[in-house]
């Protein structure tokens, strides 16, 4: 039995040795693959410096019209004719919609008789053959009975208030007007009509720039369907207060729409310049990702070593873009070539750009 264990004992022992023979020969490989920082890497370094920008802020809108109206009589009553149907273009003043008249006329026979009554105390007072209370009963009842007429004839033939198109049409003629709400926007009406040229948008704007924007201010306002063209805007309105929620302010921009290329509803971006100002911009294949997140980051030339330094993008200009560090100063040698290879504190071989 004793034999058999000393047997066993020498082959434990056999591997053992043959374990430390292999450990002793990967040590000069490990130990080398531990030290990346003695390895040198050729790159290439350019001086930041501070540009001056022209700041620009951009937002996206939808297009709405200039003005929108829903045209209906002040009240209930048949109506006898409309004049225009969807997508017509009318003028400011032109007659739309006709309503019955039959009030009208009857409020018509009343103002003669009112008139008659009036004008025949009228020249009694003047002989002082009627008091001056009966007079004035007269003179009342006249005036209450035209302003009716001048109301029923405004409200029995509807003109349009703007120049604009005819977008929706509710009823058809010898149809009850109800005077109930029976649009989107929870109003009652007859037609909708719109003023599209020129057109508005709304855009809610971060109160860091509140100070900033004024009335009258340039706008461009850019649609994915027209990719080659930019459209001129002004800032028209400027809202006074700010949204506790999203701590941002409405402002309505004007857009000239003299060919009509445009239309309410249709989706564009709107780009404000700013003042002028320093910023540091850099060549844009300079900044790396870090992998998985969306931090950002370049390297600098620190005595022959490699710094890391996280910035933040601001804006684009075609291959430059401006970043944003406590960080990075002006003066600072920024890695523009090689910068994928390194890390922090490699070490690095300057080579001079062509």
Do not use: W
Not at 185 to 206: E, H, R
Not at 210 to 233: H, Q, S
Not at 339 to 352: D, F, I, P, W
């Amino acid at each position: 039995m004793k034999r058999i264990k000393m047997k066993k004992l020498g082959f434990t022992g056999v591997f053992i040795t043959g374990m430390l023979l292999m450990y002793g020969c990967m040590q000069p490989e490990a130990k080398e693959a531990t030290n990346p920082s003695e390895k040198e890497y050729p790159v290439k370094v350019r001086k930041v410096k501070m540009e001056n920008i022209t700041r620009t802020v951009d937002y996206t809108a939808n297009l709405t019209a200039f003005e929108e109206v829903y045209l209906a009589p002040a009240s209930p009553g048949r109506i006898e004719e409309i004049f225009v149907d969807v997508g017509d273009r009318v003028l400011a003043g032109q007659s739309l919609i006709r309503m019955d008249r039959t009030q009208l006329q009857q409020a018509k026979i009343q103002l003669q008789n009112a008139r008659s009554n009036y004008m025949r105390l009228d020249t009694l007072y003047g002989l002082e053959s009627v008091s001056e209370q009966q007079y004035e009963q007269a003179k009342t009842q006249y005036e209450v009975t035209l302003a009716n007429v001048e109301f029923l004839e405004e409200n029995t033939r509807l003109e349009s208030p703007i120049d604009g198109v005819v977008t929706a049409r509710y009823y058809e003629a010898r149809e009850m007007y109800s005077g109930a709400p029976n649009t989107q926007a929870g109003k009652a009406a007859v037609i909708t009509l719109m003023q599209i040229d020129p057109l508005k948008a709304f855009v809610n704007i971060s109160e860091r720039y509140f100070p900033e924007i004024k009335k009258g201010m340039k706008a461009r306002v850019r649609l994915d369907m027209y990719p080659n063209e930019t459209f001129e805007g002004r800032i028209h309105l400027v809202h006074p207060t700010v949204d506790e929620t999203t701590r941002t302010f409405k402002t309505e921009i004007i857009i000239e729409n003299p060919d009509e290329k445009l239309r309410p509803g249709m989706f564009a971006r709107v780009y404000i310049e700013m003042q002028n100002e320093q910023a540091l911009v850099i060549p844009a294949i300079s900044v790396l990702q870090q992998e998985g997140t969306n931090n950002r980051y370049i390297y600098v030339n620190d005595n022959g070593t490699a710094r890391k330094i996280n910035v933040t993008l601001g804006k684009r200009f075609d291959d430059r873009v401006e970043v944003i560090s406590e960080e990075l100063h002006e003066g600072h040698e920024l890695v523009v070539s090689g910068q994928a290879n390194l890390m922090e504190g490699a070490k690095m071989t300057l080579v001079s750009e062509e």
